[in-house]
């Protein structure tokens, strides 16, 4: 082997080798498990005694697998009517929660979904609660089964989530990505390596169907059938993210390109009827949610902060292709 060439191999052997540390630091302990647990038992006893007909269900990063430690816990509350009055089931959920000394009580009721918010006392956990977000739930599954079958993806998703937070585009209010939009790109980037990392579960015979409104959302959940299907493919978390930061800052086609997860590739943004703006949705990033087709998760995103996005992307390709340490550099605060 050539002597550059081997040297450059040692740099991502170390990479790599950081960016497993950093892993397995950012992974909750099995304590945080617990009082998780503990944490949604009492608030559903709390809600069975108020709320009696009504279901809690947990989504998001704390039941997906992609949680780091001290996330906040997403709940869902299921209540059984076709369209319930949202902002008035958040208001009264606030109204008990503050019996119950919850602290920082908030209900954000013009939100797009309204939610309410708020702290446990004992144990600091942030919790919000949304209504009848059955997708959530269902989209939540879908990305903790992608993840049971190769570990790189969680590897790889904890480092980009890590990263979009410490350099704040990781907010949808100040029109940057959801943490749930980056785990999409993570596990399309997967599936497109050759030989493919993930396979495209929702192009396979379903084992999994359920119907949410008129959404139809099935796909093969038999995961545990599919551990193997990575493992032609050899790249380590170094080299997988210094391809994924390269994509997004050199090759992704912003103009005319949608990332899909249902498909396992590419549409167009013609095809998707994506290319102009109405109101205040553009689509100058474009991610096809794997349910709700005609939701782009790329439309918070506007003028500017397409043009922070990208400045970031290309800082990151910079950071792992030339710097001499990486790992510390790309993490740092914005
Ligand atoms: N979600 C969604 N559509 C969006 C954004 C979010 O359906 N446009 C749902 C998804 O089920 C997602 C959950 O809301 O898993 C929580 O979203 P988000 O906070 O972005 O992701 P988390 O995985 O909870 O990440 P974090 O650890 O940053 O809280
Ligand atoms: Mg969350």
């Known amino acids: 082997m050539h002597r550059r060439d081997l040297l450059y191999r ?12 950093l892993y397995d630091e950012l992974i909750p302990t099995e304590e945080e498990e617990v009082r998780r647990r503990k944490f949604f038992s009492k608030l559903e006893s709390l809600f069975e005694r108020e709320l009696p007909g009504t279901r ?47 602290l920082n009580v908030q209900a954000l009721t013009h939100a797009r979904v309204p939610i309410v918010k ?13 209504v009848n977000n059955t997708l959530a739930v269902v989209n939540s599954k879908l990305l903790h089964d992608y993840a049971q079958i190769d570990v790189r993806l969680r590897q790889l ?20 990505l959801s943490s749930y ?22 192009e396979m015979r379903p084992t999994y169907e359920v119907k949410v409104g008129s959404i139809r959302c099935a796909y093969y959940d038999q995961v545990e059938t599919l551990r193997d299907f990575g493992a032609d493919n050899k790249e380590t978390l170094g080299e997988l993210l210094t391809a994924f930061f390269d994509y997004w800052a050199c090759q992704h086609d912003y103009n005319h390109s949608v990332i899909s997860v249902r498909t396992g590739g590419y549409l167009s943004k013609n095809e998707k009827e994506w290319t ?19 939701h782009d998760l790329g439309r918070v995103v506007d003028k500017h902060s397409i ?19 990486p790992w510390a550099t790309l993490f740092e605060p914005y």
């Open 276 to 294: 102009r703006r109405i109101g205040n949705e553009r689509h100058l990033i474009c991610i096809e949610d794997p349910f709700e087709v005609t």
């Open 56 to 102: 809690l269900f947990l989504f998001g990063s704390c039941v997906n697998a992609f949680g780091v430690c001290n996330s906040d816990i997403d709940v869902c509350l299921s209540v059984d009517e076709e369209e319930p009055n949202k902002i008035e089931l958040v208001v009264q959920m606030a109204t008990i929660l503050e019996s119950d000394a919850m």
């Open 307 to 325: 043009k922070a996005l990208r400045a970031e992307f290309s800082r990151a390709a910079n950071v792992v292709a030339f710097d001499f340490n």
């Open 118 to 130: 708020f702290t446990e006392p004992a144990t600091g956990i942030s919790c919000d609660i949304c």
């Open 157 to 176: 998703a904890f480092m980009v989530k890590h990263w979009a937070k410490r350099r704040q585009v990781n907010d949808t209010y100040r029109g940057t």
């Open 10 to 21: 040692l740099d991502l052997q170390n990479f790599t080798r950081e960016l497993l540390s």
């Open 181 to 202: 939009a980056y785990v999409l790109m993570c596990i399309h980037f997967l599936q497109q390596r050759r030989p493919p990392i993930l396979p495209c579960l929702q």
